[in-house]
């Protein structure tokens, strides 16, 4: 029992001596520094920026618009009205070129669209989206002239090329 009593005895001591309260020094106060006031500007001086204010006037004539987009569709050129082609409904990327014939008279060529069908094309035949027309049949491939306006309303030209596939089998 006397070292049940010795037991307690220590642990009593040791609660009470961490409950003792330190002393320390005073939190430091903050003294607040007063804002400054706002400068009041003279009715002069405000007067004077109000007319500078109103005598700019933003003018967008002849500038682009900064809020257009920079790649749009390519708008054809549109010449005569005339009713489309089975070969003007496809974009020149979608043709396939099946074979080239170049010997007596005009070249010519076989294109195959996504559907599956086959045309037989000249110089001179249009064929594309954008009112592409044929300018010359090689050995390499279509070369194609599309006219169409740009993202400024100028009318730009591009030629364009379907290269005939590389040969396969024997």
């Not at 549109?78 to 007596?104: E, N």
């Not at 060529?109 to 300018?135: Q, W």
């Amino acid at each position: 029992m006397p070292s049940f009593l010795v037991a307690i005895s220590c642990c009593l001591v040791l609660l009470l001596t961490g409950c003792q309260e330190e002393s320390s020094a005073p939190a430091p106060v903050r003294v607040r520094k007063p804002r400054p006031k706002p400068k009041v500007v003279a009715k002069a001086q405000a007067a004077e920026t109000k007319k500078a204010e109103a005598e700019y006037v933003y003018s967008p004539a002849g500038m682009r618009d900064p809020f257009a987009p920079l790649l749009q569709v390519k708008t054809p050129v549109q010449g005569k009205q005339a009713p489309l082609t089975p070969l003007q409904k496809f974009d020149l990327p979608q043709f396939r070129i099946l074979g080239i014939i170049i010997g007596k008279g005009e070249p010519t060529a076989m294109v195959a669209v996504p559907g599956g069908k086959s045309y037989i094309v000249r110089k001179g035949v249009k064929i594309g989206k954008n009112n592409g027309v044929i300018t010359e049949i090689t050995t390499d491939g279509i070369h194609v002239r599309e006219k169409y306006y740009d993202f400024s309303g100028a009318v730009r030209v591009n030629e364009q090329m379907i290269k005939l596939p590389p040969r396969r089998g024997v």
